[in-house]
């Protein structure tokens, strides 16, 4: 899957019927804005768009072509957008962020530069050792993901909570690390009462990509009528993210921390 690193966001390369699109979610991560706010700039102005030239709504029998990119596909359809949609959609948005972010989108998602063919044998020669110096770079990514995915088949523990796993890597500081994940548009918070106890839910963009799902809690009390609650949970590509995060000391990290990187791994019988 190619990835297009914009404002410090992953974003994969998602065609459709040989347009690049986009989703909601995508354009609501890259000009870090609520969930659901380019999804209501297109419901309020929806007589301006046309189907089939700013977007398109991608079936769920075409589900199987948009896994390949981590996206899911519900059963009344993914509405996606093409350039034209996306720079209609993002009309309201002014700041000086959305004007970078915008053209950097413009630039190098939907007009990717097309490949220069070298014209002399010098600049054939000087591609061919660009090209070589990529392999051998690529070659050593390889070998070290390896090392990683190894490394990792021991960290992953489904049904593990964020904090639950912070607290498993040393020197970080597992108390704050939902209040990152806020920052990294991960999760929210749904409890409206500034003094009740945060409700943490997941955002769209991380269940797509598989980075946290949501697992409800029945809360029950002598006295007050039972109720469900919702905890975000890690998935195996999720962990992943979030210890490459670690490795490079991205992490909120506790001031005590001796500057070692290891984690512990999962002990049933240790209370987290």
Request: aromatic share 10%.
């Amino acid at each position: 899957m190619n990835l297009i690193t914009i404002h410090n966001t992953e974003l994969p390369v998602v065609e459709y019927r040989g347009q690049r699109v986009v989703t909601y979610a995508m354009i609501d991560q890259i000009h870090d804005r609520p969930e659901g706010t380019a999804k209501r700039n297109l419901a309020e102005n929806r007589h301006r768009f046309i189907e089939g030239q700013d977007y398109h709504v991608v079936p769920k029998s075409e589900a199987n072509g948009f896994r390949t990119f981590g996206i899911d596909v519900p059963n009344r359809g993914l509405t996606v957008l093409t350039e034209h949609g996306y720079l209609m959609i993002v009309k309201s948005l002014t700041d000086d962020l959305a004007w970078d972010v915008q053209r950097q989108l413009v630039n190098r998602y939907f007009r990717p530069q097309a490949f220069a063919v070298p014209q002399t044998r010098a600049e054939a020669m000087r591609l061919a050792a660009d090209l070589e110096e990529q392999n051998t770079v690529l070659a050593l990514e390889n070998q070290q993901q390896a090392k990683k995915i190894e490394a990792l088949e021991h960290l992953f523990m489904p049904g593990e909570t964020p904090t639950q796993f912070a607290k498993r890597l040393n020197g970080v500081n597992s108390q704050q690390i939902n209040a990152f994940l806020m920052e990294l548009k991960w999760i929210f918070n749904a409890e409206r009462k500034p003094d009740s106890s945060p409700k943490y839910r997941v955002y769209a963009i991380a269940r797509d990509r598989h980075w946290l799902t949501e697992k409800p809690v029945t809360v029950a009390g002598e006295g007050i009528k039972s109720f469900i609650r919702y905890a975000p949970v890690m998935l195996e590509e999720g962990t992943v993210k979030l210890f490459d995060l670690y490795m490079a000391e991205k992490l909120p990290m506790k001031q005590t921390w001796d500057g070692r990187f290891f984690y512990e791994k999962f002990n049933p019988e240790k209370p987290l």
